[in-house]
């Protein structure tokens, strides 16, 4: 397997396949954004609150309401827009919305360089 000039592996499926590189699984550090892992849980955080707002098919009034903000932060949530919002503050909508939160805190694993953040999330019941 190939690597481009930052290390990332790429395909060498053959002649007729154009060349692509391997994602690392966040987009973010792939785009080469700082805090790349911190934008990656806010997204994923934000993907649990808009599912379970689409579980229950709240509107972004109600969702507004239970999460003690206005419709147009909702509106900005759902859409991805998630600079105004920090992880703690999701993690208070997703208490709203009666979810539990855990953090968990363990070391890395030798094998990988670098220590991750990462949100696992169960989808709605």
Do not use: W, Y
């Not at 790349?36 to 707002?53: D, H, N, P, T, Y």
């Not at 805190?105 to 953040?117: E, G, T």
């Amino acid at each position: 397997m190939k690597r481009d000039p930052v290390g990332r592996k790429v395909s060498e499926i053959g002649p007729d396949v154009p060349e692509h590189t391997m994602g690392s699984g966040n987009v973010f550090a792939d785009l080469e954004l700082p805090d790349a892992e911190g934008l990656q849980a806010k997204a994923a955080l934000a993907r649990q609150i808009a599912s379970i707002v689409a579980h229950r098919r709240l509107t972004q009034v109600e969702a507004a309401q239970i999460l003690g903000t206005r419709q147009p932060k909702v509106s900005a949530l759902l859409a991805g827009r998630l600079d105004g919002f920090s992880i703690e503050r999701l993690i208070r909508f997703l208490n709203a919305l009666g979810q539990d939160v855990q953090i968990i805190v363990s070391p890395k694993p030798r094998r990988r360089k670098r220590a991750d953040l990462r949100v696992i999330g169960r989808s709605c019941p």
